[in-house]
């Protein structure tokens, strides 16, 4: 371990080019499920799934830089229309309220 000026210890001074990442979940109650559903949206977040899926075949660097070229243009015109909208040149996406129909009516009955 090196010492860093604050005299406390650092890590190996040798990392690699991927910093290490810690997840941590706290189960409660004995309450796997819910402490699983939290680890999902703390690696989704994170873009694990996402780098999974990407790693899961090997990808041309033609190709990477097609896929990561049609990421940026989605993601600058994601980032203009939000402009427009808040600027009031678009019409917002309308609000869904959780518990409500999907069409504001009454929920279809089902066919018999």
């Known amino acids: ?16 080019s991927e910093e290490e990442r810690h997840v941590q979940v706290l189960v409660r109650d004995n309450n796997v499920d819910q402490a699983l559903k939290v680890l999902k949206k703390k690696m989704q977040r994170e873009g694990v799934f996402r780098e999974m899926k990407l790693r899961g075949h090997y990808e041309k660097p033609s190709e990477r830089r097609v896929r990561e070229k049609a990421e940026a ?10 402009k427009l909208q808040r600027e009031g040149l678009l019409p917002m996406k309308p ?8 069409r504001g ?3 279809r009955r089902p066919r018999f």
């Not at 609000?95 to 999907?102: F, K, L, N, S």
């Open 1 to 16: 371990m090196r010492q860093c000026p604050g005299g406390t210890a650092a890590g190996p001074i040798n990392l690699s």
């Open 73 to 82: 243009i989605r993601r600058a015109r994601k980032l203009a229309r939000k």
């Open 95 to 102: 609000r869904v309220i959780p518990g409500t129909a999907g």
């Open 105 to 107: 009516g009454s929920p």
